[in-house]
């Protein structure tokens, strides 16, 4: 039950909403059914001893696989040009069950700096109580990365663009200089989706997502995705998801499935507001600075132009009065939403030094740029002229 081959040739926007349907459907249903089963019956002993043993296909158990999880599976793979897909409960199911698979004791990791801050965590202190080290440095500059290499170093883990400070990392450059050391390159492509950049095309051995975010859209569910090219990575982080158990629910597959079938239309939308709100920002008096890739200043623009196929709908800018001034402007917005997490329809704003990034000390947040000024935004999809209006009057109680 691996992807479907026959719909790999068609274009990203209509993968969304044709990969992935079960085939041949049951009654002729258009979208993929709920199968909210744990178990499911064998006709017969035999049969039941062939699928165990993995000479028949067929279901078992949902811990192992299930129809509604295998679509979602399928749809998000062929997005990512991946052959194979195993979705996770959430975002950090799927990176710790690549760390599960590829890392051991004695095991080091090179990985971006400005990383999603739970897996920061997560590297520094949960697996290294297993005896993985890790090296965090600033990955857009890859003799950064040259440097930080060592002959135990079983992975790198790059984050591109970065959150919240929108840093690019150059994949297929970073690619051929993991493997040229015998590591893996897993890319963490939640910010971009795979609408905008499939790392596996640029060199990557595997792809995360938090499916919580651009994927399903709509900030009412969590989930997770790891996607592999290769059959034995597959196998090897099929084996250790099943095992360790961070799987996907059915329903929570129904729920995301509906929404990845939007994901084009809505990232279109976005970042044609995105691309709007940031010259709207530029021009602005009490903002200092702003960070996106589709400007032109932006000092990565030509390789977001090169390496990815839209500039996304994520943005940072600075404003005057630094914390303060930040901190009137999340209090003063009213249709953005004051709220962490990205990638829905609704439009959020935070303020990364004082709530997401707050737990990385002060000096090395401004070395990776996060300065107390700084405001990120998540556009949503809302009518442009609704957004500047609502950030021109929270911007204009700076004084
Ligand atoms: C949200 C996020 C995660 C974690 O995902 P969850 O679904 O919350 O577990 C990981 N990486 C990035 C880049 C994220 O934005």
Redesign the pocket.
Known sequence: MGNDNRRSSLRKATQAIHTGQLSPPVYGEVSVPIFQNATFSFPSAEEGAARFAEEHPGFIYTRMENPTVNALQDNVAALENGAYGLATA????A?STVFQALLENGAHVVATDAL?G??RVLLENEFARFGVSSTFVDTSNLDNLRKALRPDTRLVFI?TPT?PTMRLTDLRTAADVAHQHGALLAV?N??ASPYLQRPLDLGADAV?H????YINGHSDT???MIVVADNQLYLTMRRVLRLFGAVMDPHQAWLILRGVRTLPVRLDKAQQNAKQLAEFLRHHRNVTWVRYPGLADHPQHELAGKQMDGFGAMLCFGVRNGLEGGKIVLNNVQLITLAV???GVESLIEHPASMTHASVPRQERERAGILDELVRLSVGCEDIEDLKEDLDQALSKIT
């Open positions: 959430t975002g950090m199911a990176i999603y739970s897996t984050e959150n963490d939640t910010f995360v938090s499916l919580t975010k969590l989930g997770g997490s990205l990638g």
